[in-house]
């Protein structure tokens, strides 16, 4: 079993890209400029989604970010964009989700996404009245 003793001393040299030889892997050095900025917004996003939100209702959008995360942004970006200009007049309850989340479906509903079927006319169909199959022999 000592070979499933923790390493001490290690050789920063021999470490892959990437690694470093205080952490458990990660990014190595002080983070960039730019994942600075996009920490500093997901944390600024989450605290205005907490201030906005009732508690189920924030569960409820965790569940939707989940298995649809495309549809969890917009309701985001769409709670975020209604408290920047302040017109929420509360807390956003899982009622009043549900509906922002049923009117956004609504408004994306294109007519692309709709399916039309379109069934060929044959001439021996012309003739609904005699239903009987005695014309095709």
Do not use: C, W
Not at 96 to 125: H, M, T
Request: charged letters at 30%; a negative charge; proline letters at 6%.
């Amino acid at each position: 079993m000592d070979n499933l003793a923790p390493v001490t001393n290690i050789n920063p040299g021999e470490l892959p890209d990437g690694f470093t030889a205080g952490g458990a892997g990660g990014a190595g050095g002080a983070p960039d400029a730019a994942a600075l900025k996009k920490l500093q917004m997901d944390e600024q996003k989450a605290a205005i989604l907490e201030q906005a939100l009732s508690q189920e209702a924030l569960a409820r959008l965790g569940r939707i970010k989940l298995v649809k995360p495309d549809k969890a942004k917009k309701v985001e970006q769409q709670i975020m964009a209604m408290a920047m200009k302040g017109q929420l007049p509360g807390k956003i309850n899982e009622p009043k989700l549900v509906e922002l989340l049923e009117r956004g479906e609504a408004s994306q509903a294109a007519p692309s996404e709709r399916i039309s079927i379109q069934r060929k006319k044959y001439a021996f169909d012309e003739d609904s009245d005699d239903d009987n199959d005695d014309d095709l022999l």
